[in-house]
């Protein structure tokens, strides 16, 4: 059975950091697209980044990618967020997302919720002074 499991939300200042985490069970990290999603109050959810399965390889949303940071430790099987210089509009609930598409290179097709198969229940991220 697939579970995503997210970690690492809470309030933070503006100009704050912080790193979500995501592990998954039923699957390897090596196998799957997996990425982040975040839906803010009354409003749609959208991408923030995925990372392909085998290569690695990347995308991230104009809105943040100056900002956060996917990564993956394959070893733990954990995805990471690094979230920098938070904004007020970031909050949100992020979640993680899975497929398993086999995607060398990542591109915005695979990165939307229709593409998504699996679903972690969110972790709420407050940027507020």
């Known amino acids: 059975q697939v579970q995503l499991v997210e970690s690492g939300g809470g309030l933070v200042q503006p100009g704050g950091s912080l790193r979500l985490s995501c592990t998954p069970s039923?699957?390897?990290?090596?196998?799957?697209?997996i990425g982040w999603f975040r839906q803010a109050p009354g409003k749609e959810r959208e991408a923030v980044s995925c990372?392909?399965?085998?290569?690695?390889?990347?995308i991230t949303s104009d809105s943040v990618k100056d900002r956060f940071t996917i990564s993956k430790d394959n070893a733990k099987n954990t995805m990471y967020l690094q979230m920098n210089s938070l904004k007020p509009e970031d909050t949100a609930v992020y979640y993680c997302?899975?497929?398993?598409?086999?995607?060398?290179?990542?591109?915005?097709?695979?990165?939307?919720?229709?593409?998504?198969?699996?679903w972690g229940k969110g972790t709420l991220v407050t940027v507020s002074s």
């Open positions: 997302a899975a497929s398993p598409l086999d995607l060398d290179v990542i591109d915005s097709w695979a990165c939307v919720d229709s593409a998504m198969d699996y």
């Open positions: 990372i392909s399965s085998w290569a690695g390889s990347t």
């Open positions: 039923g699957f390897t990290l090596e196998t799957y697209i």
